[in-house]
Structure formats: C-alpha cells, structure tokens
C-alpha cells in the first residue's frame, strides 16, 4: 500500500523495529526498508500488533546516526515530515548539479535516540506474516 | 531565555536583573524597573536530545523534570542521547529501565498522550506506575 497520508506514521509511536536496510538490488535506484512491528496500542486498527515491510523508494539521500549502545528492543519514537538544515543543504547542491531530488523527506527518531532521515519519492507499507 | 541541557534535569537560568529599555530620545521612561503591562515575547523553551531537537514548553519540561527527580532517587542515569531514557550502564552497555514519553499536542494515539514504559513491562504505563525500587 502506497500510502499518501503520512499522518499515519504517528500511529507507528513504540513499533519495534528490527531491521534497517539499505537495499541496493535495483540498478536505477536505491531503498530503504524498515522491518517493524506496530504496538498492539497503537490506535491504528489496520497496523495493531502487526508485523510491517516500510519501504521508501527511490532514495536519494539518507542520514543516519545510530547508538548502539543501548540494549534491548529498538522502538520507533516518532515520524517526521522533513530533514535536518544539513540534508537539505545537500539537497539543495544536488538539485545545482541537476540531479533529481525527490519531494518526500522524513525524519525518523527511535528510542536509543538514533535518527534515520530520508529523502525518497515514495513510501509504501505492506504486512508481512 | 533559553535552557541548558545536561542530561538530567534542565534548568533555566535566573534572568539577568532588568534594566529597563535603552533610552531612545528623551530617556527611557521605564527606566529603574520593568514596565508594569508587558510581559516577556519569547515563551521559556527547552531543548531535547533525540528526539529530533523537540522543543519543549514549560509545562512540558515539568512532565519530564518530575519523572527525573523519580528516576535519580531509584538511582538511575539519564541516556545521555534520548531525553527521557533512564537506565544504568552495565558492561558497557546502556540498559533502559524506565522511560516518559510526554504527549505532542495534536498527534494521535499514545504520541498524543502522556505515558511511561518500564523495561520488561509491556504497554503504555499510566505515569502513577512506581519505578523499580519506589
């Protein structure tokens, strides 16, 4: 599922988050894929308590700062529309050098306080068994 | 005004005594003291760690100063990257024993709702739930 209304990502508060990957199989482009389970409180019936594939595609640039130091379950903390001042600069050279910077920006913090920040074209959930 | 943040708890710095506007024209009339009808224009704000430089209100901060002063007094630590996280470090590695979540204004489910998690309990904890060792 496409999904186009990013509110929804605020229902993914305290998912456990298992896996990040950068997934590099397509020769024109890059994605990002997230492994998460969403609480059973979550308050979004469709995800509650279920296991979910997020996947941003074609990725432009991604930031990601990770602490590893911190033990036990990884959780997502939060879903933002929008990057750092530091992304977007970026943004803005490669946009100078003619290449085609996408519109989706998302900025996601988890628990340990690592931060993932994305800029993709699309962004889609799909239930994995 | 802004805050300092060492992990922990956030404190504002007094306000440097006020001494009146400087003078423009003929002097400043309310030199000596502060104006009796004008309030400050910036609302007291404090920064956060990880999660995504969230700027807090007072009230907001007072949420997490008040979980604070709790974790210190069963000897926890403060994540020195979550504001929030209090644990202990054990081998190196830091382990989460209790953590607040304060409600954002106008998100839904528990974003928009004020709770506390307890390692090893699972759910949203209402914050009347003691901490180990309370």
């Known amino acids: 599922m496409v999904v186009t209304d990013f509110q ?3 229902y993914l508060h305290d998912a456990k988050c298992s896996e990040i990957t950068w997934a590099c199989t397509k020769p024109n482009g890059r994605a990002m894929r997230l492994l998460v ?5 979550a308050g979004f019936p469709l995800w509650d308590g279920k296991n979910l594939l997020i996947t941003l595609s074609n990725v432009v640039a991604v930031q990601f700062t990770g602490w590893g130091f911190v033990g036990g379950d990884e959780n997502i903390d939060s879903w933002w529309q929008g990057v750092s001042e530091s992304l977007e600069r970026e943004c803005k050279s490669l946009t100078a050098k003619r290449i085609a910077v996408p519109l989706l920006r998302f900025s996601i913090t988890f628990r340990s306080g690592s931060t993932l920040e994305v800029v993709c074209a699309e962004v889609s959930v799909v239930e994995k068994s | 005004m802004r805050a300092s943040y060492t992990p922990g708890i ?4 007094a306000a440097p005594p006020f001494g009146g506007f400087p003078p423009q024209g003929g002097g400043n009339p309310f030199a000596g003291g502060p104006p009796p009808n004008l309030q400050p224009i910036a609302p007291i704000t404090f920064e956060t760690v990880g999660i995504r430089g969230r ?5 907001e901060q007072a949420e997490f100063n008040t979980f604070a ?5 069963v000897g926890l630590e403060a994540s020195p990257y979550r504001t929030g996280s209090w644990g202990r470090t054990v081998d190196g590695v830091y382990q989460e024993v209790a953590r607040i979540d304060v409600a954002e204004a106008g998100m839904p489910g528990f ?6 998690h307890i390692a090893g309990e699972g759910g949203h904890l209402p914050l009347t739930t003691p901490l180990p060792g309370e």
Do not use: K, N, W, Y
Request: no cysteine; charged share 20%.
């Open chain 2, 10 to 13: 956030l404190t504002v710095p």
């Open chain 2, 69 to 73: 002063q709790r974790a210190q007094a």
């Open chain 1, 8 to 10: 929804v990502f605020a």
């Open chain 2, 111 to 116: 974003r928009g709702e004020t709770h506390m």
């Open chain 1, 37 to 41: 389970t969403a609480d059973r409180e």
């Open chain 2, 55 to 59: 700027i807090l209100s007072a009230a």
